[in-house]
């Protein structure tokens, strides 16, 4: 089992940034992958980015160049920092993690935090 705990959401003026920050606890071993995604209001969560173990990322086009994950193993968290940020970034920001255990593969998701961008 792996739990995930966001925090760093709130409210911003457009152009502003802010940083997200998801720490993992549990059996952070067996995690392969984490990632942040977004919902709005009677839209399905959509992917903004992704990190693997190796440190290989991907992005939603919609972010590229704005937002940047990282992660710091020593700590099992994972972070969005974002920059430049547009009314259309808000939404309820997810943090996820992807672990295999043995022939499995599991998905687990935090609680979430919400991010509002003024304009």
């Known amino acids: 089992q792996v739990q995930l705990v966001e925090s760093g959401g709130g409210l911003v003026q457009a152009g502003g940034s802010l940083r997200l920050a998801c720490a993992a606890s549990?059996?952070?071993?067996?995690?392969?992958?984490m990632g942040w995604y977004r919902q709005t209001p009677g839209n399905q969560r959509a992917l903004v980015a992704t990190?693997?173990?190796?440190?290989?990322?991907d992005y939603a086009d919609s972010v590229k160049g704005r937002f940047t994950i990282s992660r710091d193993n020593a700590k099992n968290t994972v972070y969005l920092q974002m920059n430049s940020l547009k009314p259309e970034d808000t939404a309820v920001y997810y943090c996820?993690?992807?672990?295999?255990?043995?022939?499995?593969?599991?998905?687990?998701w935090g609680q979430g935090t919400q991010v509002t961008v003024s304009s």
């Open positions: 990190i693997s173990s190796g440190g290989s990322t």
């Open positions: 549990g059996s952070t071993f067996d995690i392969v992958a």
């Open positions: 996820n993690a992807i672990a295999n255990v043995g022939w499995n593969e599991y998905d687990y």
